[in-house]
């Protein structure tokens, strides 16, 4: 099956918002190339270039720390960019949840831009970078689910 077309694109996206909430880390790892670009809102330091293996570990250190996360994925607009890139910009509501806090929750809406790479029949992401557009709640949260994490 050859995937072309910007709905492949789309899928993937939405498989990596999904395996976040769910910390399906095989899935992250099989929708990423080896160093991967990552900023996302709640990285403390910034957008790094990693690896795989490293971003996998890094998320495991922070979402399992809630008690639930929701990535409402919205509008996903993609380019295709010569015959084996994409990107995607991507509008995500996220909800991050300890139910122990009060409030028990904090929301940011995010808009994404992911680049990814036509690899054989499927696309992986090659880098995203963020801009946080509003947060909403208990920002206390960031820190609480790393240390329930460790």
Same mark, same amino acid.
């Given at each position: 099956?050859?995937?072309? %077309?910007?709905? +492949?694109?789309? !899928?993937?996206?939405?498989? #990596?918002?999904?395996?976040? +909430? %769910?910390?399906? @880390?095989?899935? &992250?790892? $099989?929708?990423?190339?080896?160093?991967?670009?990552? $900023?996302?809102?709640?990285?403390? *330091?910034?957008p790094a270039?990693?690896?795989?293996?490293?971003?996998?570990?890094? #998320?495991?250190?922070?979402?399992? $720390?809630?008690?639930?996360?929701?990535?409402?994925?919205?509008?996903?607009?993609? +380019?295709?960019?010569? !015959?084996? $890139?994409?990107? *995607?910009?991507? !509008?995500?509501?996220?909800?991050?949840? &300890?139910?122990? #806090?009060?409030?028990p929750s @904090?929301?940011?809406?995010?808009?994404? +831009?992911?680049?990814?790479?036509?690899?054989?029949? =499927? @696309?992986?992401?090659?880098?995203?970078?963020?801009?946080t557009l509003?947060?909403?709640?208990?920002? *206390?949260?960031?820190?609480?689910?790393?240390? =329930?994490?460790?």
């Open positions: 099956m050859h995937m072309h %077309s910007r709905a +492949d694109v789309v !899928d993937t996206v939405s498989r #990596l918002f999904q395996a976040l +909430d %769910s910390h399906d @880390w095989h899935t &992250i790892e $099989g929708l990423t190339v080896d160093i991967v670009d990552v $900023g996302y809102p709640s990285k403390e *330091a910034g270039r990693m690896s795989r293996n490293d971003l996998v570990s890094e #998320l495991k250190r922070f979402l399992p $720390g809630f008690s639930a996360t929701h990535h409402l994925v919205g509008g996903c607009v993609v +380019d295709l960019i010569g !015959d084996d $890139g994409a990107r *995607a910009r991507v !509008d995500v509501c996220v909800t991050h949840v &300890i139910d122990t #806090l009060t409030p @904090w929301t940011i809406g995010v808009q994404y +831009d992911i680049r990814l790479l036509r690899v054989v029949d =499927r @696309w992986v992401i090659q880098g995203t970078t963020s801009r509003y947060e909403e709640g208990n920002r *206390a949260l960031q820190a609480e689910a790393r240390k =329930r994490a460790a």
